[in-house]
């Protein structure tokens, strides 16, 4: 009885420092992420297309459905349309983080009240070479409603 409260005791140790570094990794690489994704989002929002490259991978392509139909448009194109020092009036939030090694997901919720819409964005990023990147993304949106207005 004795060594199973000590074995028991051991593997709970154990667990939680393994545990507390998996909250550590994720938590580095969550910070990551949230810096990549703020990149994308301040970089739209105050006409930096310079942290537009810092967040995307080059080969990037965008993802929507517009009256039922596939939209893909590509990442440079987007990327263009975004001018040096042109502000827009978007208001960004990251609203989770799902990551798994290298590879992770995102939501991020774009507020534009001059388009009277919410967008929201699906990122899939992937780290490599020591950074973490947006690869794709898919979007959606909405009419702002009166709640949202508020």
């Known amino acids: 009885m004795k060594y199973t409260k000590i074995a028991y005791l051991v593997v709970m140790v154990l667990l939680q420092r393994a545990t507390f570094a998996q909250a550590s990794y994720n938590k580095s690489e969550i910070n990551q992420i949230e810096e990549t994704l703020k990149h994308y989002i301040e970089g739209t929002a105050n006409g930096q297309p310079e942290r537009l490259k810092k967040a995307f991978h080059p080969d990037f392509n965008l993802y929507s459905v517009v009256k039922d139909t596939l ?7 987007y990327s263009s349309n975004i001018k040096e020092g042109e502000k827009t009036n978007r208001i960004g939030r990251i609203l989770f983080i799902d990551i798994e090694n290298d590879a992770a997901i995102a939501k991020v919720e774009i507020l534009m009240p001059e388009r009277q819409r919410i967008y929201t964005d699906y990122f899939l990023l992937l780290k490599y070479q020591g950074t973490w990147k947006i690869i794709h993304k898919s979007f959606a949106w909405r009419a702002l409603s009166k709640i949202d207005k508020k």
Not at 71 to 77: I, L, Y
């Open 71 to 77: 939209r893909v448009w590509k990442g440079q194109d």
